[in-house]
């Protein structure tokens, strides 16, 4: 097949297709719309201020990679004025996080920036490897789940940040509105496609690779040659997101911009008023300070079973009443060190972020 | 690596040779090496039956940089083994037409070698467990990118695109977390 010249500079070969828009371009010009997309993604939605100290949410994946990357380049091309973070959340999974952490530690010297790791060990004295002995490889990513969102919350609070930026692709928020809506999940179907989300008093979390496909990031990554990590959790993968995903891939292949079509759907879901009342109402957990819906806030509960060795028996809800009935938790009980939020005044020493480990 | 190591040849069927480069987590389908080396035929059946191909991965590398370690079949190898004995059981499927393949003596039409015939050879003779993440519906599974020499294989023709000696493919899982 005869070489096909680039469609926007004309001159060098094509060698990408972007599934967008289905146009050939080349090498550098796929680096320069990949990245002023991502650009436009984050000044049409007022994502940053000057000054602003930002933490991006590292794994050692391929999404979070590019990430921190473009997020580095873009910084310094268009002099946003950014103080940028590595935060690396430790789950405490041999042969799973402690490889990838190593990828996120290389990105740290390649890229030139702090690097906090926060690890569920010394957040809630237990690690996925001691919670996954207790309580089997079924319901393992619920604990998972909560555990990792506090702790980037909390980890952005040590580091003094004023938002977290995260990995999350055109294909991930496409896989979660499905899911949401297979769910009946309506509630959350707006939450998850906004592209930035602040709750009472969290950190704002935003994702400037909302219109980003995982083709091109992956591609990006190839041609940059970029260090990341793949392989997959090796506890109990979430089924039904994989599920969601292979067949999200199938309707990209036979439709490529479908992807972007049912974000488009996701966000012309309106949330009527009276379903918006029955969610409930943001509080503080009495027990650790995190912002909760009950008086305890997911994670205390959950930890609090995985304490009194109850976490077999169900999950949150269910879990809560069995130990409501059998009296009060012991007072010798481990706690999550009590949150307080950053409010301007750094709470903790900003050198913390220099974990030059 | 061009024409250094192909010893033009009357007599013997002609191969060329190939490097397959695995990315995001696609190695651990094939054993764990993410560099191959292989040599094919360069005319095979147009219905892509790798039967009659012996298996010839002159080697295998964890890293590009690595010089092999364990050469998992040697090129050229005297006794083709049998077709039947990787991962491949006997009936084989075209899942283009759906209708089973006829025993490879009784077609004897061939193309120039393609990308398509290379995906099956890596099923049937490479794949070291669940073909399935691999191949669906006789190409690559949806989520899998394609590069041939550096370029996106959408640009190339997919499937149809001819393979030359020297040349390069790579194939990378998108679908590895992020
Ligand atoms: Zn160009
Ligand atoms: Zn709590």
Same mark, same amino acid.
């Given at each position: 097949m005869a070489p096909r010249p680039c469609a926007?500079?004309?001159k060098a070969k094509a060698m990408v297709k972007r599934p967008k828009t289905g146009q050939q371009i080349c090498r550098d010009c796929f680096f320069y719309v990949f990245e002023t997309e991502v650009h436009n993604t984050i000044i049409q939605s007022k994502l940053f201020s000057p000054g602003d100290r930002v933490a991006i949410g590292a794994s050692g994946g391929k999404d979070s990679t590019v990430l921190a990357y473009v997020m580095k380049t873009l910084n310094e091309r268009y002099q946003y004025g950014l103080e940028l973070f590595l935060l690396s959340i430790d789950?405490?999974?041999?042969?799973?996080r402690d490889d990838s952490l190593e990828t996120v530690k290389r990105n740290q010297q390649q890229y030139d920036m702090p690097l906090k790791i926060l690890s569920y060990n010394e957040?809630?004295?237990?690690?996925m490897d001691a919670i996954v002995s207790q309580v089997?490889?079924?319901?393992?990513c619920t604990f998972c789940g909560v555990f990792r969102r506090q702790a980037l919350d909390r980890g952005a609070a040590m580091l003094n940040v004023d938002h977290i930026v995260t990995g999350h692709n055109a294909d991930d928020i496409a896989e979660t509105v499905l899911m949401n809506i297979m769910r009946g999940d309506i509630a959350r179907l707006g939450r998850c496609t906004s592209i930035c989300t602040q709750g009472e008093d969290t950190i704002c979390r935003s994702k400037p690779?909302?219109?980003?496909?995982e083709k091109e990031i992956v591609m990006y990554a190839y041609f940059k040659k970029l260090d990341y990590f793949s392989t997959?959790?090796?506890?109990?993968?979430d089924a039904y997101r994989g599920h969601a995903r292979a067949f999200l891939k199938d309707l990209e292949a036979a439709r490529p911009s479908a992807i972007i079509d049912i974000i488009h759907s996701g966000e012309a879901f309106e949330i009527k008023e009276e379903i918006k009342a029955t969610q409930k109402v943001q509080q503080t957990c009495q027990r650790c300070g995190y912002m909760s819906?009950?008086?305890?806030?997911k994670a205390c509960t959950l930890l609090e079973g995985l304490e009194r060795g109850?976490?077999?028996?169900?999950?949150t809800d269910r879990v809560r009443k069995k130990m409501e009935a059998e009296g009060?938790?012991?007072?010798n009980l481990r706690n999550i060190p009590f949150f307080t939020q950053a409010s301007g005044s750094p709470a903790i020493a900003v050198s913390v972020a220099l974990d030059a480990t | 690596m061009a024409a250094s190591t192909h010893t033009p040849s009357t007599s013997a069927p002609a191969t060329i040779s190939l490097k397959i480069e695995f990315g995001g987590g696609l190695e651990l389908l094939f054993g764990g090496a993410r560099s191959h080396q292989v040599r094919i035929p360069a005319f095979v059946p147009l219905n892509n039956? &790798?039967?009659?191909?012996? +298996? =010839?991965?002159i080697a295998s590398f964890s /890293?590009?940089?690595?010089?092999?370690?364990?050469?998992t079949t040697l090129a050229a190898s005297t006794t083709p083994t049998?077709? &039947?004995?990787?991962?491949? +059981? =006997?009936?084989?499927?075209?899942?283009? /037409?759906?209708s089973r393949l006829k025993d490879h003596d009784g077609d004897k039409r061939t193309k120039a070698a393609d990308v398509e015939y290379l995906i099956h050879y890596m099923r049937d003779?490479?794949?070291?467990?669940?073909p399935e993440l691999f191949m669906e519906a006789g190409t690559v599974r949806p989520g899998i990118l394609v590069l041939i020499n550096d370029t996106d294989w959408e640009l190339e023709g997919?499937?149809?695109c001819a393979l030359k000696d020297g040349d390069e493919i790579v194939f990378i899982s998108t679908l590895h977390g992020g």
């Open positions: 926007l500079c004309q789950e405490g999974i041999t042969g799973y957040l809630y004295g237990w690690t089997g490889r079924k319901n393992n690779f909302k219109y980003a496909y997959e959790c090796i506890y109990s993968p819906s009950n008086a305890l806030c109850m976490a077999n028996s169900g999950i009060p938790a012991p007072e | 039956s &790798t039967a009659s191909a012996s +298996p =010839a991965v /890293s590009t940089t690595e010089t092999p370690t364990s050469p049998s077709p &039947t004995t990787p991962i491949t +059981p =006997a009936t084989l499927v075209d899942t283009i /037409s759906g003779w490479m794949l070291t467990e669940r997919e499937g149809e």
